[in-house]
């Protein structure tokens, strides 16, 4: 049975979404409601791996800014793209960069 608003699959233990003009997609319900909407979410930032770079880095979940932040605390930024980010998520951000920069001076 085609369902063309997202529900989850009890079976495969994952949301889903049919489409008519399209194959299904299923995953996690962010991704699945973004496809439903066919949008998404977008969140740049810059690290070392963007840094001599034309493009910016990016994730589709806060989570994925997160990961990149802890995997490259001193390189991570978000600055110029701030437009990307609610100010919560900007205060959470830079709290946690803070914390890492005093975590690595108290090593010192």
């Known amino acids: 049975m085609k369902r063309y608003k997202p529900w989850y699959d009890r079976r495969k233990k994952c949301w889903r979404v049919d489409f ?25 930032y810059n690290d070392s791996h963007t840094k001599d770079r034309d493009y910016d880095g990016h994730a589709h979940h806060f ?4 990961k990149a932040l802890l995997d490259d605390p001193e390189e991570f930024t978000i600055k110029g793209l701030e437009e990307y980010y609610s ?12 914390r890492l920069r005093q975590m690595q001076e108290e090593k010192k």
């Open 63 to 66: 989570e994925g800014v997160l």
């Open 20 to 44: 008519p003009d399209r194959d299904s997609e299923e995953g996690d319900l962010l991704y699945v409601a973004s496809e439903f909407a066919r949008t998404g979410l977008y969140f740049p």
């Open 87 to 98: 100010a919560q998520e900007q205060e959470m951000l830079a709290a946690v960069q803070e």
